[in-house]
Nanobody, 123 residues
Framework: VQLQASGGGLVQAGGSLRLSCAAS????????VGWFRQAPGKDREFVAT????????YYADSVKGRFTISRDNAKNTVYLQMDSLKPEDTALYFC?????????????????WGQGTQVTVSS
């Protein structure tokens, strides 16, 4: 599976962005997909994940109620709608495909990673 993340940019606090993760490979539609982020000087952290059919989602507490993950398997694409953005959301955002179809926040269960897209939120 190959992944391409896009949609990052510079936005003011309170604004919105929608990230996309486009995938190639026949196993994508049977894999859970997650979003992770890494800010400068910090460890990578889990953001959100969605099951293979989209029926189950799971979010980090820091983004719950503000971010929404969704997927369109017909387009091999997963989305991360980010609303009410805060300066602390500034990071490089990565999408990743898991070896399992169920939701997981464990990075070691995601062998396939995209290149990352930068999100910068100004105060």
């Amino acid at each position: 599976v190959q992944l391409q993340a896009s949609g990052g940019g510079l936005v003011q606090a309170g604004g919105s962005l929608r990230l996309s993760c486009a995938a190639s490979g026949r196993t994508f539609s049977s894999s859970a997909v997650g979003w992770f982020r890494q800010a400068p000087g910090k460890d990578r952290e889990f953001v959100a994940t969605i099951s293979w059919a989209g029926g189950t989602t799971y979010y980090a507490d820091s983004v719950k109620g503000r971010f929404t993950i969704s997927r369109d398997n017909a387009k091999n694409t997963v989305y991360l709608q980010m609303d009410s953005l805060k300066p602390e959301d500034t990071a490089l955002y990565f999408c990743a495909a898991a070896t399992t179809g169920r939701v997981t926040r464990r990075a070691d269960e995601y062998p396939y990673w995209g290149q990352g897209t930068q999100v910068t939120v100004s105060s």
